[in-house]
């Protein structure tokens, strides 16, 4: 059994909207210590809105750490505390504008464990209806998007022509078979 990782101090040097950053002082299971930066991140929910078999909506999204718009599922950070699926149905009103009458888990991934303790849930979101009309649900201010639905083969060619750069996408589709 590995022996766990004893942490001696924890310092919080930045406090953002979505994470915070951290740089620990530990020590390893392997017995060195060491100084570690960590972000640390609520867990975010990954949809698959599927409106019918074998079709996918993607958004396309401005982002601005890379200052261009890519086709991606649509995915939000949970609120401190929020149900993952609560959290998941709310994020397909706000970014698709459909509620989802099922929610299927299909799996859950650490999308960058070297530097981040983020985990993505990624949901299967079939039955979708418009919302309710007194709905308050819209994107974030900072978000831009447009959402598109399309074949589940036409997005894993976009995949393999480097039309879709998004990892979480990319995992989406694979989870989804």
């Known amino acids: 059994m590995t022996p766990p990782t004893t942490v001696h ?3 919080e040097i930045y406090r953002g909207r ?3 950053l951290s740089v620990d002082r530990v020590t ?3 017995g ?3 100084t570690m930066e960590v972000v640390r991140h609520p867990g975010s ?3 698959l809105p599927m409106p019918a078999p074998g079709r996918l909506i993607l958004i396309r999204q401005y982002r601005y750490s890379i200052d261009r718009s890519i086709w991606e599922l649509p995915a939000g950070s949970l609120k401190p505390g929020e149900d993952p699926r609560l959290g998941a149905a709310r994020e397909c009103e706000e970014e698709v504008g459909l509620v989802p009458g099922t929610l299927d888990e299909i799996g859950e ?3 960058t464990p070297g530097f981040c303790d983020e985990w993505m849930k990624f949901y299967r979101c079939t039955d979708l209806t418009p919302p309710a009309p007194d709905s308050t649900a819209r994107p974030d201010d900072d978000e831009v998007i447009e959402p598109a639905t399309f074949d589940v083969d036409e997005v894993r060619r ?3 022509a480097g039309d879709v750069v998004d990892m979480k996408t990319v995992a989406g589709l694979a989870l989804l078979g």
């Open 9 to 11: 101090e924890r310092r």
């Open 18 to 20: 979505i994470f915070t």
């Open 28 to 30: 390893l299971p392997s």
């Open 32 to 34: 060195h210590t060491a």
């Open 45 to 47: 929910v990954v949809l």
């Open 109 to 111: 991934l650490f999308p």
């Open 158 to 160: 976009m995949i393999r």
